[in-house]
């Protein structure tokens, strides 16, 4: 098991529709931070969430960290086939602040 | 702007062999991490370090090493290969563990144990 487990592993979807990410744990963040991954490349930041209940937009994304500080979404409005990727929710715990825990990844296909 | 540097890219290895995966980077920084991929999966944490001469157990370093001899160089060495191993690894370092520090990565080795 992951500390940080996304849901949903995988999303298949039509060009224009809208969906969520989920990023959830039993542990308390001090902040957590939201990648994109494509293919043959390594994790490129987009966003980090640090106080409970924040709320960051990014041109179409939509990041929100929980109020407990435990939990994370991402949503994506009107997905265009260039949002396919690997995304991947990443931070350091509250306990350990030096160890830097990824989540399970959830993979978007968006198709035209 | 080289950033977070690692070689080999690609490589096979006889199960019983080792290898080194090299990693460094140019920006200074005191963190950096070594993480294994495996194929449509999250990234799990081999090993850390918060400085030369400071590495520390990640959630599964069992089969690596690692040394911290310089800022810039944080080497992973595996030393009897098994088919377990199989994957893609990637370095990566940041500035420090505070939450708003960008993690960067360098473009991953892919290792294929056989």
């Known amino acids: 098991t992951q500390l940080l487990e996304q849901s949903p592993q995988f999303l298949s979807i039509q060009e224009g529709e809208n969906l969520t990410v989920y990023c959830n744990s039993s542990?308390?963040?001090?902040?957590l931070q939201w990648y994109r991954q494509e293919p043959g490349e390594g994790p490129v930041l987009l966003v980090t969430?640090?106080?409970?209940?924040e709320v960051k937009k990014l041109k179409r994304l939509t990041f929100q960290f929980g109020d407990a500080r435990k939990d994370s979404s991402l949503h994506i409005t009107a997905a265009q086939p260039g949002d396919t990727g690997l995304y991947l929710c990443?931070?350091?715990?509250?306990?350990?602040?030096?160890?830097?825990?990824f989540g399970s990844g959830t993979k978007l296909n968006v198709k035209p | 702007n080289a950033g977070v540097t690692q070689t080999p890219k690609f490589r096979i290895l006889k199960i019983g062999q080792s290898m080194t995966l090299q990693c460094t980077q140019d920006?200074?920084?005191?963190?950096m991490y070594w993480y294994r991929q495996d194929p449509g999966m999250g990234l799990k944490l081999i090993y850390y370090?918060?400085?030369?001469?400071?590495?520390d157990k990640g959630e599964v370093p069992n089969g690596y090493n690692v040394s911290r001899s310089t800022t810039e160089d944080f080497p992973l060495r595996l030393e009897l290969a098994a088919p377990s191993q199989t994957s893609v690894y990637f370095c990566?370092?940041?500035?420090?563990?505070?939450?708003?520090?960008?993690?960067?990565f360098g473009q991953g080795t892919r290792l294929t144990v056989v």
């Open positions: 990566a370092s940041s500035y420090s563990s505070k939450g708003n520090t960008e993690a960067f």
């Open positions: 542990s308390v963040f001090s902040s």
């Open positions: 969430v640090v106080t409970g209940g």
């Open positions: 990443a931070g350091h715990t509250l306990y350990n602040f030096n160890k830097f825990y």
């Open positions: 920006m200074n920084h005191n963190y």
């Open positions: 370090s918060v400085g030369a001469g400071i590495t």
